[in-house]
């Protein structure tokens, strides 16, 4: 279980933010909508915010629930049940329909379990001081290396020897990164959509640096930081600034 949660939130423009967080007392779940280009069909009826906050309340009521599901489980149905509510208008095999990465903790007595699927951090703060980041980084890998063009990102969502994305296809939650720690070596779990990790990507920081901030001064100072170097060196690519979410739980030895 844990001791205490907090957690921040920031819209990285005018447009309404697109990451969700929803957590319980033994868990966190941080979600970061794709937003969808311009000029993309979506085929889908709904926008982003539409999956992100249907996503992020089935995997609530499924967490909540606590009958100890693998975290993969919970998030296979939880796509499912997503899935189910879009409207027959919806085309659910358009690889451009509304999707997110997804970074789940949950922490019992003894262990705490982690997953990830897509671009999102979960980072453990072992009781040595070391940080263990839990990344997935197979957008980064993709044929031809960066910038990619939109035809290369459709192609490659959800797709073998692409990327994984919670959206419409609930087998893509087998593909998320998944593991568990012991409890006793953990002293608390940072949750983190991209738009914070720019701070270890882009500007250097440790993400030791990174939860000292978060334990010391809270996740909002967190994304300041982001923010502040945003403005002083500028973004290596894509927007200046991105959505930014980061969440910290203290475990409750």
């Known amino acids: 279980m844990f001791a205490e949660i907090t957690y921040a939130t920031r819209p990285g423009s005018a447009r309404p933010n697109e990451d969700l967080v929803v957590a319980g007392p033994s868990w966190i779940v941080v979600l970061d909508g794709a937003t969808a280009a311009p000029e993309v069909d979506s085929g889908c009826a709904h926008d982003v915010a539409w999956l992100v906050g249907r996503l992020g309340g089935a995997l609530a009521v499924r967490l909540a629930c606590g009958d100890g599901e693998p975290l993969a489980g919970v998030l296979e149905s939880a796509i499912e049940e997503t899935r189910a509510a879009h409207s027959g ?10 999707s997110a990465t997804v970074a789940m903790v949950r922490a019992g007595e003894r ?9 999102s951090t979960v980072v453990l703060s072992e009781v040595g001081g070391q940080a263990r980041a839990v990344s997935d980084d197979r957008l980064e890998r993709l044929p031809g290396g960066r910038p990619y063009s939109l035809e290369l990102i459709r192609r490659m969502r959800n797709a073998a020897g692409g990327f994984w994305v919670a959206g419409a296809r609930p087998e893509a939650a087998r593909q998320s990164v998944t593991g568990e720690a012991d409890a006793g070596e953990v002293r608390g779990v940072g949750v983190f959509t991209d738009g914070v990790a720019r701070l270890c990507d882009w500007y250097g920081w440790s993400w030791e640096s990174v939860l000292d901030v978060l334990a010391r001064r809270g996740p909002g100072a967190v994304i300041g930081a982001v923010r502040e170097l945003e ?23």
């Open 111 to 119: 262990r705490v379990e982690y997953l990830v699927l897509g671009d």
């Open 89 to 98: 208008g919806c085309d659910l095999d358009n690889p451009d329909s509304p």
């Open 231 to 253: 403005v002083a060196r500028g973004a290596v690519r894509g927007k200046r600034h991105d959505d930014a979410t980061a969440a910290w739980g203290l475990l409750g030895h």
